[in-house]
């Protein structure tokens, strides 16, 4: 690793990185951190008087087994041991949108008890995807809400499939809403550009909607953002029912 990310880690990367390359860490460490965050809470369940239940701790187990993977391999598209990316493939399966969102919403109950997240389904959501990357992008999306609303406020999670997308194309689609203080039309614009440092000095969009954006649009997908000043903002996630991934 250069001199300059190690010097430079705590108060962002050091000039030494190229653009790409210090974004490609940013991306990193907010993945690390999300994952450390999910695996705490957790670790935490014993200490919570739940370890009498066998099902739930070996739930609990296999989350943070599941997570140390993700770490290691986010870790591995940042710093590969050979040519790679981003944009490498990943295992792609058979799987129902709705246990996506239900595993995610489950991660943020743990760090965030007292929060009301409701959740809503409608039609069938099967899909060809990426399941744990998918987890991790709505996981995001679920983050961007608790982070950017009052404690207390709730948080809808909404499923529906299969509707129509271009070409009358079957697709699905998972919606995070909030009762939040919402945006204007200008920070809508300036939340779904992508993530960067501009000549202004300031950023584009927060970095958890960039993970979001690039998982959704590997799988052939797209994101949107709808917000109201005064009545809560609400990011949609449509994926075709069969991923155009790269590589497959």
Aim: charged share 25%; no cysteine; hydrophobic share 35%.
């Amino acid at each position: 690793m250069k001199d300059g990310m190690k010097d430079g880690m705590g108060d962002g990367l050091d000039d030494g990185l190229g653009d790409e390359h210090r974004q490609l860490v940013e991306v990193l460490l907010h993945e690390l951190r999300t994952s450390l965050t999910t695996i705490r809470g957790w670790a935490e369940l014993p200490l919570q008087g739940l370890s009498d239940d066998p099902a739930l701790m070996v739930r609990a187990l296999r989350r943070i087994q599941e997570e140390a993977d993700h770490m290691y391999e986010a870790t591995q598209r940042v710093f590969p041991r050979s040519d790679a990316s981003w944009e490498r493939p990943s295992p792609l399966e058979p799987m129902d949108l709705r246990d996506v969102a239900d595993e995610a919403v489950a991660d943020l109950g743990l760090l965030d008890p007292e929060r009301p997240i409701t959740r809503e389904n409608s039609g069938r959501t099967a899909l060809v995807a990426d399941y744990r990357m998918l987890r991790h992008a709505v996981r995001n999306l679920l983050g961007n809400a608790l982070q950017h609303t009052p404690a207390g406020s709730p948080v809808t999670v909404s499923v529906r499939g299969p509707v129509s997308g271009p070409g009358e194309e079957p697709r699905v689609e998972l919606s995070v809403g909030d009762r939040g203080a919402g945006m204007d039309p200008r920070a809508i614009a300036r939340l779904t550009t992508p993530y960067r440092e501009n000549d202004g000095g300031e950023t584009g969009g927060g970095l958890g909607l960039t993970i979001v954006r690039r998982v959704v649009e590997r799988h052939g997908g797209e994101v949107t953002v709808s917000s109201t000043p005064g009545h809560g903002t609400t990011v949609t996630v449509a994926l075709p029912t069969v991923s155009v991934s790269s590589g497959n």
